[in-house]
């Protein structure tokens, strides 16, 4: 199961604390507000449980964090502009990490 984190976080050091979790979970960044991440159910649900205790006090007035659900076919089918290589990160996206 894929996972694409969205977020806006106003902020600058609680932003740059929420993404530093993003990356120590094993999710890779594609842009600068965007992530995306692989990983069974259980391991979802045990990243889920870590983030919304560590997250959910960093957030204040209009910060909001959108996880979606997303397979692999609509991965795949997404239409990239520019340079960006958002498929070559799906091989870093095979592991699956966890801080406890």
Partial sequence: MHKLIIYDIEDDKTRNMVSKLFE??????????VF????????WSKVNELLKSKIEKLLKGNDTICVLNVDEVALKSCILFGNADLFSTFELLKKEYLIV
């Fill in 24 to 33: 120590k979970v094993g999710m890779v960044r594609v842009q600068k507000s």
């Fill in 36 to 43: 995306v991440g692989w990983g069974s159910l259980v391991y």
